[in-house]
């Protein structure tokens, strides 16, 4: 009975918190307005859904949420943020591409390795200056499957695993925007690229290896996020680095 109950309030929530719940993925494009209704409606999910296998994915409270929080205050009230979030890990089939086998040496006995892609997020933005913000985050996760044998025969295996995190930010800005370089250069760790055209866009890219701990990750996207910005002169320039 006490499940029912949850299943009753779940289908309350908003379509976009159940899509996260029973999916584990979410895309769609909406309002600010609407947005503080999904959030509103995550707030309310650990007081109400105390089931493991009904909890929200991680990167739900500690990137998804932060993010759209951020985006929503630089987009203007007819503007629109735009979301493809696929939070059910690099595990899944299709993500993982072909295993091969590595040189070994006693006691191991074999190595097999093989890579996971997993894009797992994708923003667009439009915001209230005119500029296009594109946001992408990619994991690249190695797998390394030992297989050892001790001196007393007994077998062992273990499956190692290496994170490198990419993400990309793409400004594209409305036409005859001024562009110029900061008077400081982007971190060592962030590398920009700036494409003239009708329309200039500008880019920032930064591969972390190991990935971030899930609560410092919203930080190292800003930070990517806000660059595009420093290129800009500073009535152009209307993103938060909060």
């Not at 769609?28 to 009904?54: C, I, M, Y």
């Not at 059910?88 to 091969?100: C, E, H, L, N, T």
């Not at 930010?169 to 971190?187: E, F, I, K, N």
Request: a positive charge.
């Amino acid at each position: 009975m006490f499940w029912r109950k949850t299943r009753a309030a779940i289908e309350r929530f908003h379509p976009v918190h159940q899509g996260l719940i029973w999916q584990r993925t979410a895309s769609v494009t909406l309002p600010p307005a609407e947005w503080n209704a999904v959030v509103a409606s995550l707030a309310q999910h650990e007081g109400t859904v105390k089931r493991r296998k009904w909890r929200l994915p991680d990167r739900t409270v500690t990137v998804l949420v932060p993010l759209i929080r951020v985006l929503c205050e630089d987009v203007a009230p007819d503007g629109v943020v735009g979301v493809t979030a696929d939070l059910r890990g690099p595990k899944v089939p299709g993500k993982a591409g072909p295993s091969r086998e590595l040189p070994v040496r006693r006691p191991i006995r074999k190595i097999t390795e093989w890579f996971a892609l997993d894009p797992w997020l994708a923003v667009r933005a439009v915001l209230r200056d005119g500029s296009v913000l594109e946001l992408t985050v990619t994991d690249r996760v190695r797998y390394r499957k030992v297989h050892k044998v001790n001196p007393r025969g007994k077998h062992k295996t273990k499956t190692k695993t290496k994170t490198v995190q990419r993400v990309t930010a793409r400004r594209t800005l409305p036409p005859g925007t001024d562009v110029r370089q900061p008077d400081t250069p982007p971190p060592p760790w962030i590398a920009v690229r700036v494409k003239s055209g009708k329309r200039t866009v500008i880019g920032s890219t930064m591969k972390l290896a190991p990935a971030p701990a899930e609560v410092d990750m919203v930080q190292w996207i800003l930070a990517v996020a806000t660059e595009p910005f420093r290129w800009t002169p500073p009535a152009t320039s209307v993103r938060r680095t909060a």
